[in-house]
């Protein structure tokens, strides 16, 4: 049981997030601007928290095992996040990445195709931008956990696949529930195998 702070625990991903760590018994924090959107579960203490506010959200985190960050990039500083991490001396450090910087062909990311929703780019170049911070960061254990293509609402099967930097894909396209993807994530956390690294889920 790991005692684990969740950054943007109200969220599509962070909701899932947390039943997942309180289904397994860990000890949550939960931090997110509006506290009255935090589920009520098992092990899980609602704290009011704003990701752009480093010193406050550093003693927030303090005395934790790990920090999953689960907010959006366009919406956060991936300096003001790491940190506030540094700062409450917790080592462990897990985000909630994105599919834009993964790749279709070696040195093709999916940002970069021609089919790539305009919509998605600010947040998709945001979160390739944390990730290439987080390469250059070696005094904490990161691990960046990028989505398929499709990050949808859908059903915790426990069946998936695990990948590197390549986008995963399958037969109608690219895809994985926010239900298994809290399940990668949290295996992660309780089982270390992509410290320092990206890797992916999908179906």
């Known amino acids: 049981m790991a005692n684990v702070a969740l950054i943007g625990a109200s969220g599509d991903a962070g909701s899932r997030i947390l039943a997942e760590l309180s289904d ?8 997110a601007r509006n506290t009255d959107r935090i589920a009520s579960l098992p092990g899980v203490t609602p704290r ?13 985190l303090k005395g934790h095992d790990a920090v999953i960050s689960a ?8 300096r003001k996040l790491v940190g506030a991490v540094r700062e409450a001396g917790v080592a462990r450090y897990l985000v909630v990445g994105g599919a834009g910087s993964l790749e279709v062909a070696p040195g093709e990311r999916v940002i970069d195709q021609p089919d790539f929703p305009e919509a998605y780019k600010p947040e998709a170049r945001a979160g390739s931008e944390f990730l290439d911070f987080l390469r250059g ?4 254990d990161w691990t960046f956990l990028s989505p398929s293509a ?13 990948g590197q930097d390549m986008l995963l894909t399958h037969a109608t396209g690219s895809s994985i529930s926010f239900e298994d993807y809290a399940i990668a994530l949290v295996d992660e956390l309780e089982k270390p195998a992509h410290v320092r690294q990206r890797f992916t889920v999908g179906y």
Not at 24 to 31: L, Q
């Open 24 to 31: 397994r018994g860990h000890r949550v924090t939960a931090i």
């Open 48 to 60: 009011q928290g704003d990701a752009n506010d480093q010193q406050a959200l550093g003693a927030l």
């Open 71 to 78: 907010v959006p990039f366009t919406a956060s500083d991936v």
């Open 137 to 140: 960061v070696d005094d904490l």
């Open 150 to 162: 499709e990050f949808v609402p859908g059903e915790r099967t426990g069946k998936f696949r695990l």
